[in-house]
């Protein structure tokens, strides 16, 4: 009998633990702490189970790093009224117009496959970053494969390494959800410990 699925699961995890770049890691921590000293907002975008990780990751970055940040998909009466009206490849493009982006701002994308026009997959991501180029809003992401549109026009983009061509979506999407933990704990961002921790340390309830 051949090795179990958690086996390998699991080993496949260790691996991209082991690849993935730390140094960009740290850029993207130190970007985000630029964004939050210049007053910007982060805005997250993601479609499908990144979606729902950006929602996730608004709360971290709003509650624990004090950063103004928003996802357009946690307003579905928005998303949908736009999708149904003006088509959906376009509605994360309209939404930041909308909300006034500037150039002190930022977009965080979270994504598999980092958006593609070519291949049409994501074109809602593709739209939002022409529309944060054009205004020069500064461009993270956190995507698998090759990273795509994302990784070509953005700033600094972590890109979870592939150890297989079988799992890459959930191997991505889970470590989205790493990558942003770890940047909301990170001592340079973090300014509010988490509950547990808190009980803990609770002298250290908040930071400086």
Not at 17 to 28: P, Y
Not at 91 to 102: E, I
Not at 201 to 207: E, G, N, Q, S, V
Request: charged content about 25%.
């Amino acid at each position: 009998m051949g090795e179990s699925h958690f086996g390998i699961y699991l080993a496949e995890a260790a691996s991209i633990c082991r690849q993935i770049d730390a140094a960009a890691l740290e850029r993207l921590a130190r970007e985000l702490r630029a964004l939050r000293e210049r007053g910007g907002r982060l805005f997250i975008l993601g479609v499908g189970g990144s979606a729902a990780n950006a929602s996730h990751a608004v709360n971290d970055f709003r509650k624990l790093c004090g950063i103004e940040a928003y996802a357009p998909t946690d307003n579905v009466s928005e998303l949908t009224a736009r999708t149904n009206d003006e088509g959906w490849e376009t509605v994360f493009a309209a939404w930041l117009r909308t909300s006034r982006a500037a150039p002190a701002d930022a977009v965080l994308v979270l994504s598999v496959g980092g958006g593609s026009a070519e291949r049409n997959v994501s074109a809602n991501l593709v739209h939002a970053l022409d529309e944060a180029r054009r205004v020069g809003m500064r461009i993270f992401g956190i995507v698998g494969r090759d990273g795509g549109y994302t990784k070509k026009v953005g700033h600094e983009v972590i890109v979870v390494p592939t150890v297989s061509p079988e799992r890459i979506t959930p191997h991505t999407e889970a470590f989205q959800a790493v990558v942003w933990h770890g940047l909301v704990s990170h001592p340079e961002l973090m300014v509010r410990d988490t509950k547990w921790e808190g009980l803990v340390r609770p002298k250290a309830a908040t930071r400086g």
